[in-house]
């Protein structure tokens, strides 16, 4: 039972340069997330999707871009990194909304140099 | 719009002494709330939820978190903290319908030997 899966688990980055985080789920999740976690700021939503082919703006979604072209996968692209952007970034996903929590993936540490 | 509150950023206690994560949350309607812990270096991990009912709910580890509708808080208990409790951890809140999970944030707990 593999849950939330995320590639790669680490990663460094030269600015400007782009890549994407992979996020898979076999839990049969309609809502999945993009999450970044830095100290003292807890956790900021980044981008989330509501079902296959859709996709909508967290609260921190810029120099971000997501697709959901399978229901199963979530990617999160870079396509100018900036060191800003060095954190640690969780997926996460949820059967529905209301009383189901989320399943988080074990996270991404990025660092942009 | 919902928000939590955890008022401590850190909690110190010696093993074997009771341990409590403070939490207080604000919504409209009714609240479906969450505690998550994040070990070292990995990713969030679920503990317990409060639905509705019992308003003492118990969890993974020994830890239980009591609802109380009044003072509109969702604290987190154990009664012998261990070592291997030392973590970070957070708490959540979402309502019927609502897309996405509000989290506090966090509380690092550190137990000392």
């Known amino acids: 039972n593999a849950g939330v899966t995320q590639t790669p688990k680490f990663r460094v980055l030269k600015t400007g340069q782009s890549m994407t985080l992979l996020c898979a789920q076999d839990?049969?999740?309609?809502?999945m997330y993009w999450y970044r976690q830095d100290p003292g700021m807890g956790l900021r939503l980044i981008h989330y999707?509501?079902?296959?082919?859709?996709?909508a703006k967290g609260e921190v979604p810029d120099g971000y871009n997501v697709s959901r072209l399978k229901k199963q996968n979530f990617l999160l692209g870079l396509e100018s990194a900036a060191p800003s952007q060095t954190s640690v970034y969780f997926c996460?996903?949820?059967?529905?909304?209301?009383?189901?929590?989320?399943?988080f993936g074990s996270g991404t540490r990025l660092t942009v140099v | 719009a919902q928000s939590v509150a955890q008022p401590e950023d850190q909690v110190n206690v010696a093993e074997g002494n009771p341990l409590t994560v403070k939490c207080t949350y604000s919504?409209?309607?009714?609240?479906?709330l969450f505690w998550y812990v994040q070990y070292p270096n990995r990713g969030l991990q679920f503990l317990l939820k409060?639905?509705?009912?019992?308003?003492l709910v118990k969890g993974s580890y020994g830890f239980e978190a009591e609802f109380n509708k009044s003072q509109t808080s969702f604290h987190l208990k154990k009664p012998s903290a261990l070592v291997s409790d030392s973590a970070l951890y957070f708490c959540?809140?979402?309502?019927?319908?609502?897309?996405?999970?509000?989290f506090g944030a966090g509380t690092t707990v550190t137990v000392r030997a």
């Open positions: 409060y639905i509705t009912g019992d308003n």
């Open positions: 999707s509501v079902g296959e082919g859709t996709t």
């Open positions: 839990m049969n999740h309609e809502y």
């Open positions: 996460a996903s949820s059967y529905q909304a209301g009383s189901y929590g989320y399943t």
């Open positions: 959540a809140v979402r309502v019927l319908n609502d897309y996405k999970l509000s």
């Open positions: 919504v409209s309607g009714n609240p479906y």
